[in-house]
């Protein structure tokens, strides 16, 4: 059984930094695309950054320059680093996993950003 275990939210003001962590289980991690999303009061879902089982990153316009996301296959683990960050980066971050048949949720961890 596939399961995402997301960590690493909290409370932090504008300009600070967090690092989320998302430990995946249940599968091989090496061959799987990695990815958080995030989803604000009232908004869609929008995708943040993704990393391909290459270890390729893409990253919405948004959060370019700021967010890094990485990868450890030997602990499988995602990780995004959250560098000078803003109110409206307040939202639930989601870990997510790529497979062939289907894309796999963590159950969100909360990040708000204080003005």
């Known amino acids: 059984q596939v399961q995402l275990v997301e960590s690493g939210g909290g409370l932090v003001q504008a300009g600070g930094s967090l690092t989320l962590f998302c430990a995946l289980s249940?599968?091989?991690?090496?061959?799987?695309?990695m990815g958080w999303s995030r989803q604000a009061p009232g908004k869609q879902r929008d995708n943040v950054a993704t990393?391909?089982?290459?270890?390729?990153?893409n990253y919405a316009d948004s959060v370019k320059g700021r967010f890094t996301i990485s990868r450890d296959n030997a602990q499988n683990t995602v990780y995004l680093q959250m560098n000078s960050l803003k109110p409206e980066d307040t939202a639930v971050y989601y870990c997510?996993?790529?497979?062939?048949?289907?894309?796999?949720w963590g159950q969100g961890t909360p990040v708000t950003v204080s003005s």
């Open positions: 997510r996993a790529h497979t062939i048949l289907r894309v796999y």
């Open positions: 990393i391909t089982s290459g270890g390729s990153t």
């Open positions: 249940g599968r091989n991690f090496n061959g799987v695309d």
